[in-house]
T-cell receptor, first 110, second 112 residues
Framework: AQRVTQPEKLLSVFKGAPVELKCNYSYSGSPELFWYVQYSRQRLQLLLRHISRESIKGFTADLNKGETSFHLKKPFAQEEDSAMYYC????????????FGKGTLLTVNP | KAGVTQTPRYLIKTRGQQVTLSCSPISGHRSVSWYQQTPGQGLQFLFEYFSETQRNKGNFPGRFSGRQFSNSRSEMNVSTLELGDSALYLCASILGAGNEQFFGPGTRLTVL
């Protein structure tokens, strides 16, 4: 069975500081990993996915299959980055189920 | 293109009652998934429907059920409500494999 672990429930940094949100997964096959973000009073939305290898809003994430990790990073945090971040895994197959971690609440202080 | 819509947005029920939540996916999307979001457990998968067929079900009791109509709209039903069913229920739609899942705003269910 697949599992996604986000070890930090809360993360607080100052504006301009680097930020790293950790995500580890457990899955025997080749998963597809995502980061979703939920800003206050907004709906859950996709931030980035590993296959696109994009940088969105300054965030990047690299899939490390050896360490089974997909950490989200940003070199200089902004106050508008404050939100709930969820790491999610799609195992493929004939359905589109996403397995989510429990989320990390990021607070960027001025 | 309109996003995923969910109705009602808020619901208050008492223990033992039943509730039906509705989700309209993005036009053209044939898959709808439902998730329960709580502060303690985060987002947990309930079930996924594609072309009116349930393809996958999460680890929830049989009190949780759902269905999908020919126009891809989906409903989920929770019978014999318990206090622990209080949560934000999200639905998501997707065009197909390899595409982004789009989430609705959720239905906030409070069980008293």
């Amino acid at each position: 069975a697949q599992r996604v672990t986000q070890p930090e429930k809360l993360l607080s940094v100052f504006k301009g500081a680097p930020v790293e949100l950790k995500c580890n997964y457990s899955y025997s096959g080749s998963p597809e990993l995502f980061w979703y973000v939920q800003y206050s009073r907004q709906r859950l939305q996709l931030l980035l996915r590993h296959i696109s290898r994009e940088s969105i809003k300054g965030f990047t994430a690299d899939l490390n299959k050896g360490e089974t990790s997909f950490h989200l990073k940003k070199p200089f945090a902004q106050e508008e980055d404050s939100a709930m971040y969820y790491c999610a895994l799609y195992s493929g197959g004939s359905n589109y189920k996403l397995t989510f971690g429990k989320g990390t609440l990021l607070t960027v202080n001025p | 293109k309109a996003g995923v819509t969910q109705t009602p947005r808020y619901l208050i029920k008492t223990r033992g009652q039943q509730v039906t939540l509705s989700c309209s996916p993005i036009s053209g999307h044939r898959s709808v998934s439902w998730y329960q979001q709580t502060p303690g457990q985060g987002l947990q998968f309930l079930f996924e429907y594609f072309s009116e067929t349930q393809r996958n079900k999460g680890n929830f009791p049989g009190r949780f059920s759902g269905r999908q109509f020919s126009n891809s709209r989906s409903e989920m039903n929770v019978s014999t409500l318990e206090l622990g069913d209080s949560a934000l229920y999200l639905c998501a739609s997707i065009l197909g494999a390899g595409n982004e899942q789009f989430f609705g705003p959720g239905t906030r269910l409070t069980v008293l």
